[in-house]
DNA sequence: TTTTGTGTCTAACAAACGTTAGGTGAAATG
DNA sequence: CATTTCACCTAACGTTTGTTAGACACAAAA
């Protein structure tokens, strides 16, 4: 291996990120990262730097995954309600195929410092800008009714995002499955749809 | 004051739950909630019996709290949509008017441990349960769709949620008005309505 | 065979943690 | 005035924390 101990490095991250998603980043100690690989505590540090690299390694790394999946569906030229969908399935993708290391993005960046937690929040306001342009796009196309884009955003963000609390890997549905409900939920909302509603789909 | 030191105990609660929102539960010291108050972290231990029963008074402060509302909803004789917009409303307001114990009780309660964290879950069950009703409610009425009812709760309770990661108390808008354009876009969802849909609202 | 490097170990560190014991001074109570 | 109660204090405890220093085992390279 041309980089040196960079196999080592990975489980060590992902150990971390599993420790981190069950307990949280505060009340999981390197000796319990070490524990779950074997090792001792000290030898970690061959590997990192510290336990906040980890965790910034962990926050950065999965901000860049979603963020790169915005771009490409924004790339693309189809129209809003298609884009949202694109979007919302990747979304759900990324985080059922890493769902510790999202759980970790999702929710212990909290505790990143100084510069680091600046450069996080900024990396997570594109990310919703990505979405909002999309809403935006389809109010535009005359495709969404009026809202709030910010708002609509954070809504559908949520419900996106609420999918870590829940999910688990032997469940019934699969992550594109999950992707398809919460886009026609989204999209149609709770109310009955009259089939006089030209727009309707199941 | 008939109940020795209640008043102090109930400042030093609030004084952690900002603490733990602001900077979660482990990461925060009994010596940091002490300085807060002026007072050294031993005089806590007056008032308190333990850092964890801060935590506990908090999570099933609001639980009770949150459970009461949706209690008196679903026994108020409404139909699901008008009993979801109310209970949302609800919910809302209990939000905002104590974020910080709200934030606590929506993060934080993974800290809780053994039966303690065991009688939490299922409060909060509980309090999805009585939202599953006003869905099923809503679909025996025929006013909803035919959707998965533990899903749409789910998004619900994660949009209405999610209001704690953004909502200022100087913010633009007022809790009924959040509370408003939410229940509107669980409802109708993002896509355009056409005149011709007869159950169209505002 | 010697050298070099890598991955782990033991041992230890200073700091911070939650918590306890026992004392002090002021206010309320008799 | 004497006594109790209350809210707080200082000092310290045992533990756990993240991290460092230095040694040892074993591999590949010279």
Redesign the interface.
Known sequence: MTNPSSGRREQIIQAAANLFCA??Y??SSMRDIATTLNIEAASLYHHIKSKEEILETICFGMAETFLNGIREVNDIYFNA?ER?RMAIQNHVRILTSNLSQSTVFL?EW??LKGEKLIAFKQLRDQYEKGFRTI?QD?MNE????E??AR??V??I???V??IA??YREDGAMSSDEIAS??SD??????????V????YKP
């Open positions: 307990r949280g505060e009340a309600e949202l929710h909290r505790s809403v389809g005359d495709i969404f009714g809202v709030d708002f609509a954070l809504s963000l949520s419900s995002n609420w609390e829940w409900r919460i939920f989204v999209l149609g909302g709770l109310r009955k749809k009259l006089t509603d030209l727009d």
